[in-house]
Nanobody
Framework: EVQLQASGGGLVQAGGSLRLSCAVS????????IGWFRQAPGKEREAVSC?????????YYADSVKGRFTVSSDNAKNTVYLQMNSLKPEDTAVYYC???????????????????WGQGTQVTVSS
């Protein structure tokens, strides 16, 4: 059974930090890219970041989070992390992780490009 388990969300003040985790099981971790998306109330789901498979070795970020968020992976734990620093109230959303075969590529920001999705984790940034 394919599972992507996102965790690590919470309530933080503006300027603070959180680290989200996405634990993956049920498919070959090394073959898939993992993307992070977020969805705020009343808004469409938007791409935040993507980290490529072991064959791609690349990372991508939305302009709105560049310099503040860092995506990384621990292949031994089949887990991808999203370190979020200097958080802003506009970062408030439900954050999702998703898997894309064979990699991030030119469609890393496209929701329908992803094959598997996890449940979300709520991130709330207070001003």
């Amino acid at each position: 059974e394919v599972q992507l388990q996102a965790s690590g969300g919470g309530l933080v003040q503006a300027g603070g930090s959180l680290r989200l985790s996405c634990a993956v099981s049920g498919f070959t971790f090394d073959d898939y890219a993992i993307g992070w998306f977020r969805q705020a109330p009343g808004k469409e789901r938007e791409a935040v970041s993507c980290i490529g498979s072991s064959k791609e070795l690349s990372t991508y970020y939305a302009d709105s989070v560049k310099g503040r968020f860092t995506v990384s992976s621990d292949n031994a734990k089949n887990t991808v992390y999203l370190q979020m620093n200097s958080l802003k109230p506009e970062d408030t959303a439900v954050y999702y992780c998703a898997a894309d075969w064979p990699g991030c590529g030119s469609t890393w920001f496209v929701v329908r490009a992803y094959d598997f999705w996890g449940q979300g984790t709520q991130v709330t940034v207070s001003s």
